[in-house]
């Protein structure tokens, strides 16, 4: 449009506009404003109403090398961010260079609170983290001690996720110790409870003990780990993102959700590498060297969970939504949804969690 006003005005002037236009891109020395960078940051950088929209967005924010970026590339993106929103960012700054802070920004820090969460929380730990455990819990599950012992460190791992994760609201030290140990209870029961019942049963069965233990555990970790969410509610708001109140009819949504998509990011390699693993057992290479296993076993469940990982956490939407009168029975939230002029037709939005 500039370029076809500057086009269209007399040569006297040409001049005079341009020098006006780039004046008016620089804010102060050395910054330019921020909308000239052509981004908006309000929302990720692909649809979220579409599975290949959120799955690219997950790509980049699961992307194992954000682990390795530094407390001080942290806070560099962080600083880039509130430069965006006062306005004016570097002039050395590129859309690109806009979003990758964004992306880098996303990956380390909470997006209600906007705390720094743990770094083994983080969604981009999920696969160096999962790929070690889970070869070994894959590995060693022939005697209860190596049961015991994975199956508490697998836990211990997806209690640290479910926290850091969780929408947002602060949770006692008590209900967390009770849902840690209700989790870490229930998948250690499970697995030596299948462990005895595959005795009977083909020995490839007891491969598959460790599948069976890691559902059952998700399926208590996480509602435990969110308990607060499904008695107090999440926070939901309106379209112009004014809070409208704590809703447990988003919390009732919103697990079940972070439960199915956990699970499915974990099943492929548990069920695929039974069978990837009998078939290596036989090789000559590995029966001189039988050591080799067990960082086979890891290597391929890490290679699995760089894709399951993004892929499963874009099944579902983060950002979700319920009508107005799908949160009819959270009183509040409905009575003040109506004083702010909403309809039973509108929306309200929340973060479900990862």
Not at 239 to 248: A, F, L, P, Q, Y
Not at 277 to 288: G, L, Q, S, W
């Amino acid at each position: 449009l500039i370029h076809f006003e500057l086009s269209t005005m007399p040569t006297s002037t040409k001049s005079d506009a341009a020098a006006s236009v780039n004046a008016s891109a620089v804010i102060a020395d050395g910054m330019i404003a921020a909308s000239g960078l052509g981004v908006d940051l309000s929302k990720p950088r692909w649809p979220q109403d579409t599975y290949g929209g959120r799955a690219r967005h997950f790509i980049t924010i699961t992307n194992p090398l954000n682990v390795l970026a530094t407390g001080a590339q942290l806070e560099s993106a962080r600083t880039l961010l509130k430069q965006y929103k006062s306005g004016q960012v570097p002039a050395s700054t590129t859309a690109d260079s806009m979003w990758h802070a964004k992306h880098l920004y996303d990956s380390a820090f909470h997006p209600d609170t906007g705390e720094k969460m743990i770094i083994f929380g983080r969604m981009s730990a999920q696969v160096p983290c999962n790929m070690a455990i889970t070869g070994a819990m894959l590995t060693f599950y022939k005697t209860t001690p190596q049961t015991i012992f994975w199956q508490w460190a697998n836990q211990t791992f997806n209690a640290l996720v479910n926290y850091t994760n969780r929408n947002g609201e602060s949770m006692s030290n008590t209900k967390l110790a009770t849902a840690y140990c209700a989790a870490t209870g229930t998948a250690t029961l499970t697995a030596l409870l299948f462990n005895y019942l595959s005795k009977r049963a083909p020995p490839m069965a007891a491969r598959f003990v460790p599948a069976v233990a890691v559902c059952a555990a998700n399926s208590v970790n996480i509602p435990l780990m969110r308990i607060d969410e499904l008695q107090d509610g999440i926070e939901v708001t309106n379209d112009k993102g004014e809070v409208v109140g704590n809703s447990t009819a988003a919390a009732v949504k919103a697990i079940p959700q972070v439960i199915m998509a956990r699970i499915a990011m974990a099943m492929p390699p548990m069920l695929t590498a039974p069978f990837l693993m009998t078939v290596i057992e036989k090789k000559a290479f590995v029966k001189r060297s039988p050591w080799l296993l067990a960082p086979i076993q890891i290597l391929y469940v890490g290679f699995c969970l760089t894709f399951t990982t993004p892929l499963c956490c874009a099944i579902f939407p983060q950002q979700s939504s319920l009508t107005m009168r799908q949160v009819k029975a959270d009183t509040a939230v409905y009575q003040r949804g109506l004083a702010l002029g909403m309809t039973d037709n509108d929306r309200v939005y929340f973060n479900k969690g990862l």
